[in-house]
């Protein structure tokens, strides 16, 4: 199916408008409700990412795409990585009661786990909702180029609460006292106030570069007791 006749419907989808998708249907676009576009992105996962639950929901009961809390697009993502991405808690939890608990662990096809999605966007109440939902081992695990969902935390000094839950949650493993120590040595020669970051950001880098420096000390006495 052509871009074209699906706009509408992913149109309607994506501005929350359900009264818009309700039309189309009964207006015999009843096949756009499932369709997909070029990048493989169905109605549902538009939904997903934009946290519409009533769409979503509508969707699945009388949209034909029930299947679809679960169908990944060409990139292998799943309506789950999609209502991670977009930091939409009840959205994630939707799914998750309509099929899709099996995806909270899905990785697509470049290794990506909703827990590392959640991790990079810094939202800390999905990560513990994953975690305490059958996700605790995702804490540590690597996507195919070898980031962690801790090394992604670690790019940034925005997400003080992301660090320290992976960290008490069992991610300084074999690799995560050398991402630590490679943050603490990075930023140590620049705690001179970045003055475009401004004073909030700033203050957030000095707590995570204490704090790292902590942690770092607390893993070395642990090694040589």
Not at 5 to 14: E, L, T
Not at 20 to 40: D, I, K, Q, V, Y
């Amino acid at each position: 199916m052509g871009e074209k006749m699906v706009d509408p419907m992913m149109q309607a989808v994506r501005l929350g408008n359900l009264p818009m998708c309700r039309w189309l249907h009964a207006s015999g676009a009843e096949a756009l409700t499932t369709a997909t576009n070029e990048e493989g992105n169905t109605p549902m996962l538009i939904a997903s990412f934009c946290g519409h639950e009533r769409i979503a929901s509508w969707l699945s009961a009388e949209g034909g795409a029930k299947h679809h809390t679960t169908q990944a697009n060409t990139t292998g993502s799943t309506p789950m990585h999609f209502a991670c991405l977009g930091g939409h808690l009840e959205m994630c939890q939707w799914l998750f009661a309509m099929g899709a608990s099996g995806d909270i662990s899905k990785v697509d096809n470049n290794g990506v786990t909703p827990m590392l999605v959640a991790s990079q966007k810094g939202y800390l109440h999905i990560m513990k909702w994953l975690h305490s939902s059958g996700a605790k081992s995702d804490v540590g695990r690597a996507n195919h180029a070898g980031s962690t969902p801790l090394y992604i935390a670690c790019s940034t000094f925005w997400y003080p609460g992301v660090w320290k839950f992976l960290v008490l949650n069992g991610a300084l493993n074999r690799d995560g006292p050398h991402v630590l120590r490679e943050v603490v040595q990075r930023d140590t020669p620049r705690l001179k106030p970045w003055a475009a970051l401004g004073k909030e950001t700033n203050q957030r880098r000095r707590e995570m570069l204490q704090w790292a420096k902590g942690v770092l000390a607390a893993h070395n006495t642990w090694l040589y007791c």
